[in-house]
């Protein structure tokens, strides 16, 4: 997260070599009240680093690059009680040391111990201001990483404020803390001006920084800069979660067409395996008028075992089926799905369907079927026997079962009318 030691000594060596004034670029940022205007500063004498001092920096960073960071720690304690605790050492020396140790901290996963050696670098008088704007920037990484939105805030402010062109992630890195601050439309604009920046430098903008939109924009509920955010991603990162987060923000913008045209992106890439997104998928084709592509999915996905083969999903085929006005082919997934659960209202929902299909022999299998099941028989059953027995022609044993039915609860009325019907029809044939 720091600026590395091998790459910071060349600045340590211009120091030994000559101590120049140092005056901070101008700011290209524009104003606001994170990013203060700033006015001009006055040139900077920073002290030189002593070359004693600077070959015990030297052999920090060798351990500090060495992976041996306990060691570089002690070679930093060692060398502030070789120079009287540190009062031997000049302004910019300290600001050095405390620079090491905040990187090394930071190395070694302690960015509170990094970030507290980092103020103290900053702490320093006549720091060069490239050093400050390192050590700003490095601690405001330091401060979004452990949540302390509104000091990275104020940090970013004040390397923004030192630093001319900044690069764009600093924008986004900025956004970030906006955003933990819950400032989301604050933290949009930065985004913006991380898109803009990278542009212009012929850049690539991070895909990062289009989910850290995507969920600036939603949370400040801008459902349109939320799929734009999303169509960039899915456009330009292509992945299943993102073509479904943008099936749903259609779905609340209340677009039926685009929300199942997301959704079905990624099956038809093959990316689309688990059980759950695949009936999901099927339930929105059902629920928007497409029940010949919910029974295609269903039908392909339960033959390649993606959707397990159970009474329930056999039963949404054959509803897929049925409300594509295709019954020969709902009909056999129906009988699969009543004889695999043995259920009875299945079997009566089959016999219904076989009935009104011009199948009565089927009918009054089914509906028999459902009557065997005994206690578990669904109410209605024996009706549909008589219905699909009177379908058949077999008018007496129509009657029969009809006779029966009226004798079960909440079927005597219907077996009523129908014991009326049936008696004139076994009198008028008996006349004829």
């Given amino acids: 997260m720091s ?44 002290p030189q680093i002593r070359r004693a001092v600077f070959q015990r920096f030297d052999e920090v ?35 050095n040391l405390f620079y090491f140790e905040g990187f090394i901290e930071d190395a070694r996963g302690k960015p509170d111990a990094a970030a507290r050696a980092y103020l103290q670098v900053l702490k320093q008088p006549g720091l060069p201001a ?8 490095s601690l405001a990484q330091l401060q979004v990483s452990l949540g302390q939105w509104k000091q990275a805030t104020a940090m970013l402010g004040a390397w923004f404020a030192i630093t001319e062109d900044p690069l764009p992630d600093a924008h986004a890195l900025f956004a970030r803390a906006l955003y933990g601050q819950e400032r989301h439309r604050d933290a949009l604009k930065e985004l913006d001006a991380a898109v803009a920046e990278a542009r212009r430098r012929h850049l690539v903008p991070q895909e990062s920084w289009y989910l850290l939109m995507r969920a600036s924009a939603y949370a400040a509920g801008d459902l ?6 999303l169509e960039i991603l899915a456009a330009q990162w292509p992945r299943k979660e993102y073509f479904l987060q943008l099936s749903a923000v259609y779905a609340e913008q209340g677009d ?21 997104d695949l009936l999901a998928l099927a339930a929105l084709y059902l629920d928007t008028g497409l029940p010949a592509r919910a029974a295609a999915l269903l039908d392909a996905e339960i033959t390649a075992a ?74 209605g059953a ?51």
Avoid at 9 to 15: C, G, K, P, S, T
Avoid at 224 to 229: D, L, N, P, Q
């Fill in 256 to 276: 039926p067409a685009r929300r199942v045209a997301a959704m079905e992106a990624p099956w038809l890439a093959g990316w689309l395996v688990e059980e759950q």
């Fill in 306 to 379: 993606r959707i397990s083969t159970t009474p329930e999903h056999l039963a949404l085929l054959a509803t897929a089926w049925e409300r594509a006005q295709e019954p020969a082919l709902a009909m056999p997934k129906l009988e699969s799905a009543a004889r695999l659960g043995n259920d009875g209202a299945l079997w009566l929902r089959l016999a219904a369907l076989q009935l009104a299909n011009d199948a009565p022999v089927g009918a009054a299998a089914s509906a028999r079927a459902a009557l065997a099941l005994g206690d578990r028989t669904p109410g």
């Fill in 224 to 229: 349109a800069r939320t799929v734009t955010a």
């Fill in 3 to 46: 600026t590395a030691p091998h790459l910071y000594i060349a600045l340590l060596l211009a120091a030994v070599c000559a101590a120049l004034p140092c005056v901070p670029a101008a700011s290209a940022a524009e104003p606001s009240a994170d990013k203060p205007a700033r006015s001009a500063t006055a040139a900077r004498r920073t």
């Fill in 382 to 432: 024996r009706l549909m026997l008589g219905r699909a027995l009177y379908a058949m022609g077999r008018l007496q044993e129509a009657r029969d079962t009809f006779a029966l039915a009226g004798m079960e609860p909440g079927e005597s009325a219907a077996a009523a009318k129908w014991l009326r019907f049936l008696e004139g029809e076994i009198a008028r044939k008996a006349l004829l």
């Fill in 130 to 137: 490239i050093m400050e704007a390192n050590t700003r920037y």
């Fill in 61 to 95: 960073q060798r351990a500090a690059d060495a992976g041996e960071h306990e060691k570089a720690l002690g070679m930093l304690q060692a060398l502030t009680k070789d120079f009287d605790d540190g009062r031997g050492l000049n302004s910019y020396e300290r600001a």
